[in-house]
């Protein structure tokens, strides 16, 4: 459960999910329904006001508990230019991987392995802020990608690209053996990309499909 | 928004190693600022320009630039000449200006417009974030350098959130004005910039955090200093240094 500060009112109450590994699945909801609040709680960037968290067989509390979780899940945020800051795309995703305690060499070697792998060659040395909208989402996924996560949080990953690079992303996912969740609002996105919808409204999940 | 827009070109200035023209501008910057012989700042002017000529910027720009510097200093030849003290030159109605007034005026003129040319020559022909990874390289402290990356990587989001905001205004007829209404408007603009710089903060710090981020920050760029590099270096602070000497030590 989890209330807004402001209101007071529950945005997440009594709401059970529960993802296994290899499992796809997606997420629906209207705006302001709660989908990144639960993201976030599941990162540990907000704490649940009642209930229980559960990441790798683990109950998870403190901040301390939720750095093993942020290590082996990736959260792609909504706006690519809250994720990338640093001032050349090389630099952003090695961030990751040099956090997990890479060596420089090893860092950049993910790093141009990664961009191969999303057809993003030759991008290293471009300025994050110079990269157009398309360009910006498909390097933060890389800067996720590149910490080898065992799994994926998707926070609304097509909002604002266009058709090709929508096209491109489904190619990405559904070729991962990655376990993940998205939430979009694109439901033909999410047919293509998962096995299973929920919607979520009035702080619970319900199937759609 | 163009901060780099001296950055780009193929000049013997824009080739060199930035760590060079860094540590040549700081030297240069800072026996001009407190020169006062002649002798040393005409050298310091030929030096400037010279420099000038090497980067092969449009002049135009370049002009273009020094007019926003030269407008602040306006406003020091309203006051110095008439301020200063010592012997009169002239007078407009009851005020007098002086000689010394004039001089010192004229001193800050050409000393402002000469390292505002070193500087454009030197720094702006490097991108503001390899200029980064030089500081980093010339043991500037971490913070600083990352201070600097996160204003050049947001100053352009916050000018597009602010485009955004004053476009919004604009489509729904707002004409500012010397009235309540806009200065009312125009602190809720500002007002909301603020708001949403302290919530995107906020999501960024979050998105470090996802990655990993534990205090510390990595710089990858590397710079290999050529030969060409060495021996501008040499030649550049062989003249700095003579400009220095015809200051402090010849004519004593």
């Known amino acids: 459960m989890y209330h807004d500060n402001q209101s007071h009112r529950p945005v997440l109450d009594d709401l059970n999910l529960q993802i296994s590994r290899g499992e796809r ?19 540990g960037l907000l704490r649940p006001t009642a209930g229980a968290i559960e990441v790798f067989g683990e109950e998870r509390r403190k901040e301390k508990d939720f750095r093993v979780v942020r290590e082996k899940i990736g959260l792609l945020f909504q ?43 030759g991008f290293e040395d471009r300025l994050t802020y110079k990269l157009s909208g398309g360009e910006k989402r498909l390097i933060s996924l890389a800067t996720v990608l590149a910490m080898k996560p065992e799994a994926l949080i998707l926070d609304e990953p097509t909002t604002g690209l266009d058709e090709d690079t929508v096209e491109r992303l489904i190619e990405i996912l559904r070729s991962s053996d990655l376990t993940y969740l998205i939430a979009s609002h694109n439901s033909e996105f999410l047919s293509k990309t998962t096995d299973i919808i929920y919607r979520l409204g009035m702080g619970k999940l319900l199937q759609a499909n | 928004m163009h901060i780099d827009n001296f950055a780009t070109g193929d000049s013997l200035l824009h080739r060199l190693d930035p760590r060079v023209k860094i540590s040549v501008a700081v030297l240069f910057s800072v026996v ?3 020169a006062d012989r002649y002798s040393c700042l005409a050298t310091a002017v030929c030096f400037s320009l010279t420099l000038l000529f090497l980067a092969r910027l449009s002049l135009r720009e370049v002009f ?60 702006a022909t490097s991108p503001i974030v390899t200029l980064g990874h030089a500081l980093g390289h010339l043991y500037v402290p971490d913070k600083l350098i990352h201070l600097l990356f996160f204003t050049v990587r947001y100053l352009q989001v916050l000018h597009l959130e602010y485009d955004r905001l004053r476009d919004a205004m604009r489509i729904r007829a707002f004409k500012p004005g010397t009235n309540v209404h806009t200065y009312k408007s125009f602190a809720y603009l500002i007002g909301m910039l603020l708001i949403k710089s302290f919530d995107r903060a906020d999501r960024i710090r979050k998105a470090m955090l996802c990655r990993g981020f534990h205090g510390k920050y990595y710089l990858l760029s590397h710079f290999d200093l050529q030969r060409v590099d060495v021996i501008m270096l040499v030649i550049m602070m062989l003249l700095v240094s003579g400009m220095a000497s015809l200051q402090w030590i010849i004519l004593k």
Request: proline share 3%; with cysteine; net charge negative.
């Open chain 1, 79 to 121: 706006d690519s230019d809250d994720q990338l800051f640093c001032p050349t795309v090389a630099e952003d995703v090695a961030f990751g991987p040099l956090n997990l305690g890479k060596s420089q060499d090893e860092a950049l070697a993910i790093t141009g392995e990664v961009l191969e792998c999303l057809g993003l060659e």
């Open chain 1, 25 to 43: 699945v997606g997420l629906i909801g209207a705006n302001g329904s709660g989908k990144t609040t639960l993201f976030h709680l599941l990162m």
């Open chain 2, 32 to 34: 001009v600022a407190v």
């Open chain 2, 64 to 123: 273009l630039r020094l007019l926003v510097v030269n407008a602040f200093i306006v406003f020091l030849w309203l006051f110095l000449p008439f301020t200063y003290g010592g012997e009169k030159l002239f007078s407009i109605g009851p005020l007098d200006a002086t000689r010394e007034g004039v001089i010192y005026a004229l001193l800050i003129t050409v000393k402002s417009n000469t390292i505002v040319l070193a500087l454009i020559a030197l720094l």
